[in-house]
């Protein structure tokens, strides 16, 4: 069966045309969720009204379609990475859980990860060292805010020890500095350990280049501006052959519908698990989660990443310096290579955050305050122009009893 029409909306730098409901003044918030384009709404709706009308017919008509995204998503991560090593995981969390319990691990295995990271990286390798006795090694993220060679002789100096595994962000949520993934990579491996990688923050708005990944998971609802419920998970073909599912559900077996297709004496349970990304996919699929980041999907590679962050990056080149005259502190790394779409301060002594961001908000920019720094985090439907809005309201807001 032909998978169901893309989306034939057109995305375009700094326009929110797509976006007709979208309440807030200047939208900054493509760190935390995305808003729903038009071109998302109506592939969402698509897949419902298929349903509605045919059950499982709806199911048959969608099911095409998971094959076609998983080659839009591999495409854009780059690194020469196939459409059949990915698959579809509810967020970034399970693609993380699926690796950290399917390694074959041995007892005393150690794992990096790094100070400050969001916790959706660190909570399963918690879990898996309790379960399976591996030794978490801390890498501090300070000599990455130094320079990237800082950071990447302060891992350096972690592996040296032996490590199974380095895990770490692509960009790290609360500063918006991007972490050396490439480097990152090459180093892990020189020193026998794989690298994964947890992509939200960064894909869709900055170039990732994953040939030197072993694992990406990506939730859909950030930079990828897609609904929450649909993200992926991406393994290297040689760590998938080796990982041992311990998570599988009943479609991670080979042959795994014929007993539903292909009449009697098809039912058994001794089928061998797939070696590949797509046995994280346990059961049901969420197809308007997929349909939808389909179509948002596809508005990015029209514009491309490269354009996207060039725009982005133009956005903060102008924002950056008038926060900074009004007394707030950027993190943004001096360094182009550790820069990505949000750029995040700190406020002026005596600001109250919260205060502040609230007043913010009142004023129609929307933005989030993780872990005490103010985020800023337009994307491709951003105008230039909203950066004087912004500085306008930061203003308004600094008048009005932020102190
Ligand atoms: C770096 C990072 N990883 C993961 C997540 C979220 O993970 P999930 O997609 O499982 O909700 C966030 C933010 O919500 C994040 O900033």
Redesign the pocket.
């Known amino acids: 069966m032909d998978a169901p029409p893309r989306t034939t909306h057109r995305a375009e730098l700094g326009s929110r045309a797509l976006f007709p409901d979208l309440a807030a003044r200047s939208y900054l918030n493509h760190a935390a969720i995305s808003p729903a384009s038009l071109a998302v709404r109506e592939q969402a709706k698509a897949v419902l009204d298929d349903y509605a009308r045919g059950g499982l017919a709806g199911l048959e008509a969608w099911l095409p379609q998971k094959a076609r995204l998983k080659e839009t998503l591999a495409a854009l991560l780059g690194g020469g990475v196939r459409g059949e090593d990915l698959g579809f995981v509810p967020?970034?969390?399970?693609g993380v859980v699926q690796v950290a319990f399917s390694l074959p691990w041995e007892r005393g295995d150690r794992v990096v990860l790094f100070e400050g990271e969001?916790p959706?990286?660190v909570t399963p390798w918690q879990q898996a060292a309790e379960l399976f006795g591996l030794e978490l090694v801390w890498v501090p993220l300070a000599p990455f805010y130094e320079s990237v060679e800082a950071g990447l002789a302060a891992t350096e100096r972690a592996l040296a020890g032996g490590a199974r595994l380095v895990a770490v962000?692509a960009v790290e949520?609360q500063t918006g500095l991007r972490m050396p993934v490439e480097a990152l990579g090459g180093l892990a491996h020189r020193h026998g350990a794989e690298l994964f990688v947890?992509a939200?923050?960064g894909l869709g708005v900055v170039p990732l280049d994953v040939a030197e990944v072993d694992y990406v998971a990506c939730?859909g609802h950030?930079w990828l501006m897609g609904l929450e419920g649909a993200?992926f998970l991406y393994v290297d073909p040689a760590a998938a052959a080796r990982m041992v599912p311990r998570l599988a559900g009943w479609l991670g077996h080979e042959d795994a519908l014929s007993f539903l297709f292909q009449g009697a004496g098809h039912l058994r349970y001794d089928r061998p698990l797939r070696h590949e990304a797509s046995v994280v996919e346990q059961g049901a699929p969420n197809h308007v989660g997929l349909a939808a980041l389909e179509a948002s999907v596809d508005l990015i590679q029209q514009l491309g990443v490269e354009a996207i962050f060039a725009h982005v990056s133009a956005f903060h080149d102008r924002l950056e310096p008038q926060l900074v005259e009004r007394g707030f502190t950027s993190k943004r790394a001096a360094d182009p290579r550790a820069r990505s779409g949000s750029l995040c301060v700190l406020p002026p002594e005596g600001v109250e955050l919260g205060a502040l961001k609230a007043a913010l908000v009142e004023q129609g920019v929307d933005v989030t305050m993780p872990d005490g720094h103010l985020r800023f985090a337009p994307h491709w439907p951003n105008a230039l122009e909203e950066v004087e809005w912004v500085v306008e309201a930061v203003d308004g807001a600094m008048g009005s009893g932020t102190r």
Do not use: E, P, V, W
């Open positions: 967020n970034t969390t399970a969001f959706a990286n962000s949520f947890d939200i923050q939730g950030k993200g």
